[in-house]
C-alpha cells in the first residue's frame, strides 16, 4: 500500500514546473537555483523512491494487520464522506507525524534529509527521506482502525503529497484568504527556515488550521529574512551521507557520552538536546554561512549530464518494474545512487573524482558483461546502463586529458 502511481504520473509535471521556474528566475532576475543544490535535491529525490519501489518496510503488512483485527468499519466503501473524511484525517495525523518528526531526535534523523537544502525552490520538494518508512505507519495506523478502505488511505495520501510540491517556492507571495486555511508558499518558506525566530513551526501538509489550533502557527516577520536549511548543515552534496548524518550524530553521542540512561536518552530526547558531558564539543555555526564550494565549468556541465542520464535511467525503471525482478531494481538502484554519489563528490570539488568516475565506469562494465549473475538482468535496461557507463567514462576522460594539456602548456609557458 503505498501512493507511488499517483507520484509516478505527477513526476513529468515536477520536472516541467521545476524548468519553469529555473527560466522565470532567471527572467525575472531572481534566481533561485544552483546546480549544486538543485542536483543534490533532484539526486535524493529519486533515491527516495527506491525502497518503495524494493517493497522495503513493512508498512503494507501493518496496515492489512490493523484492518483485518482491529478495524471498526466506521466508514462506508465508495462515499464521498469517506474521502472526505479521510483526507481531512490523512492531513490531522500528517501534522503529528511531521511535528513529531521536528521534536523528537530519532525521528527528525529520517525526516531531517528534506531540510539540508539552502536553497528553496521546486526541487527542494523532492528532498524526500529513503529511511521514512521505519516508523511513518505508526502516525496512520488509527485511519485504518476507523475503517478507511486501504485505496481511499492510498489516494489522499498521494494527493497530500503532489499537493506540498507546489509551495516550494520563493516566487509566490502573500495569498490572502487562503494563508489562513492552507500550507502556502509563504507560510511554508517559515517551515524551512532555520532563523531562531521561525524554527519549528508551520507544521501541516496541505491545511494550516492545525498549527493555528495547536499553537505551531509563525508568519513571516517583514524585517526579518528567512535563511534555508538545518541549524547543524550537511555541508555535502553527497545523498547517503544527507540520509545517515543524523543518525551517526546520535550514535557517536550515544557512545560517547559516559551516563547509561543518557546512552538511550540521547535517541529520544527533543533534537537539540545532547547530554552535559559531551554538550562542549557542540560546534556553533553562522546561519548565514551557504555551502558552496567553488567547481569549474565543466564541472557543472558534467553534473548537468549526469543529472539527465540518471532522470533517464530512473524513469526506464519506474515504467519497467511491473517485468523486472527483485534483483534486476536492486542492482540498478544501487547503481545510479554510486555513479550519482560519485558526481556528488566531483560537485565538492574532489580532485580525484573524475578518476573515480572513471575507475566505476569501467568496472561497471566489465561486471555487466563478464560477471554470469547479471546474464539475468532486463536487457533492455542493462543495455541502456551499458551506454550511459561508456559515454560518462568518455566524456570524463576527455575532461581529465584536456585539463592535463591545459596545465602542461601553462606550466611550459611558466618556465
Known amino acids: 500500500m503505498d501512493s507511488s502511481y499517483i507520484i509516478l504520473m505527477a513526476i513529468p509535471v515536477f520536472f516541467l514546473l521545476i524548468v519553469s521556474e529555473y527560466f522565470y528566475g532567471l527572467y525575472k532576475g531572481k534566481n533561485t537555483y544552483r546546480m549544486n543544490d538543485a542536483y543534490t535535491s533532484i539526486i535524493i529525490g529519486i533515491i527516495s523512491r527506491f525502497p518503495t519501489m524494493l517493497n522495503l518496510g513493512f508498512q503494507g503488512m501493518v496496515f492489512i494487520f490493523f484492518a483485518e483485527k482491529f478495524s471498526i468499519d466506521l466508514m462506508a466503501n465508495n462515499k464521498m464522506i469517506t474521502w472526505v473524511v479521510a483526507f481531512i484525517l490523512y492531513d490531522f495525523f500528517y501534522y503529528w507525524m511531521h511535528r513529531s518528526h521536528h521534536e523528537i531526535r530519532i525521528l527528525w534523523a529520517t525526516h531531517v534529509v528534506h531540510h539540508h537544502g539552502e536553497d528553496f525552490n521546486l526541487a527542494t520538494a523532492l528532498r524526500q527521506t529513503s529511511t521514512g518508512f521505519l516508523w511513518k505507519w505508526i502516525f496512520f495506523a488509527p485511519m485504518i482502525m476507523i475503517g478507511i478502505p486501504g485505496e481511499v488511505f492510498v489516494s489522499v495520501a498521494g494527493v497530500n503529497l503532489v499537493y506540498q510540491f507546489w509551495v516550494h517556492t520563493k516566487h509566490i507571495g502573500h495569498l ?116 558552496n564550494p567553488t567547481i569549474t565549468t565543466d564541472m557543472k556541465y558534467f553534473a548537468l549530464y549526469q543529472l539527465f542520464m540518471i532522470i533517464i535511467l530512473s524513469g526506464m525503471i519506474l515504467l519497467s518494474l511491473s517485468v523486472q525482478t527483485k534483483f534486476d531494481t536492486t542492482v540498478f538502484a544501487l547503481s545510479i545512487t554510486i555513479f550519482a554519489t560519485l558526481t556528488s563528490m566531483l560537485l565538492q570539488n574532489r580532485s580525484i573524482s573524475y578518476f573515480s568516475i572513471i575507475l566505476c565506469s569501467i568496472i561497471f562494465i566489465s561486471l555487466m558483461h563478464f560477471m554470469p549473475a547479471f546474464d539475468v538482468l532486463n536487457i533492455k535496461i542493462k543495455n541502456a546502463f551499458i551506454l550511459y557507463a561508456f559515454i560518462t567514462a568518455f566524456l570524463a576522460s576527455c575532461i581529465m586529458m584536456f585539463q592535463y594539456n591545459t596545465n602542461k602548456l601553462f606550466n611550459n609557458k611558466k618556465v
Open 176 to 291: 490572502g484568504w487562503m494563508e489562513k486555511v492552507f500550507i502556502t508558499p509563504m507560510n511554508h518558506r517559515i517551515h524551512h527556515a532555520k532563523n531562531q525566530e521561525y524554527i519549528d513551526a508551520n507544521y501541516g501538509g496541505v491545511f494550516i488550521i492545525w498549527d493555528r489550533m495547536f499553537g505551531t502557527y509563525k508568519a513571516e516577520e517583514a524585517e526579518i529574512e528567512p535563511v534555508y536549511g538545518t541549524v547543524t548543515p550537511l555541508r555535502s552534496w553527497n545523498p547517503i551521507w544527507a540520509n545517515f548524518q543524523v543518525f551517526y550524530q546520535i550514535l557517536q553521542d550515544s557512545i560517547q557520552t559516559k551516563k547509561v540512561s543518557d546512552k538511550i536518552k540521547v535517541w529520544f530526547s527533543k533534537t537539540y538536546w545532547r547530554p552535559e558531558d559531551i554538550r562542549k564539543t557542540s560546534k556553533k555555526y553562522n546561519i548565514n554561512d551557504i555551502y
